[in-house]
């Protein structure tokens, strides 16, 4: 099964991808879509106005049960930011994650769990990731 992400770019809500590699990109109706396989990990960003809401989403309809703007199913929701120094704090992990050659779909849920409440924090650090990746 194929995901399309439709890349949002009028005049109000604006969105793109972060993270993950699209399989392809059309074009259809004057919109863009970028085309995932199912099972695939990405970060979608949706900006509307001054605020930004960022996701990092697996892309599988049977666990999924989470419907986001521009993706044409359900979709996982492993972490999300509401406010910008939450998305600096999922950078900050998915950078840590690409810096240990860790594959996302190698992490279990309850370190994304673990993660997702550190981002409320303004605290984190990448000490406190490494410190949740190493003991889940």
């Not at 924090?121 to 990731?129: E, I, N, P, Q, S």
Request: glycine residues 6%; hydrophobic residues 35%; charged residues 25%.
């Amino acid at each position: 099964m194929k995901y399309a992400v439709e890349l949002l770019s009028n005049s109000d809500i604006k969105s793109d991808i972060f993270y993950g590699r699209d399989v392809s990109k059309v074009d259809k109706n004057g919109k863009k879509y970028s085309i995932f396989n199912q099972s695939d990990i990405i970060g979608y960003r949706i900006k509307n106005g001054r605020k930004t809401r960022a996701y990092l989403v697996k892309l599988d309809e049977s666990i999924g049960s989470n419907r986001l703007l521009g993706i044409s199913n359900n979709v996982s929701i492993l972490l999300q930011s509401m406010k910008a120094y939450q998305y600096k704090n999922m950078m900050i992990f998915l950078s840590l994650i690409r810096s240990k050659n860790i594959s996302l779909n190698e992490i279990d849920m309850s370190v994304y769990y673990r993660i997702n409440t550190l981002l409320n924090g303004r605290k984190f650090d990448k000490l406190m990731a490494e410190e949740v990746l190493k003991y889940g």
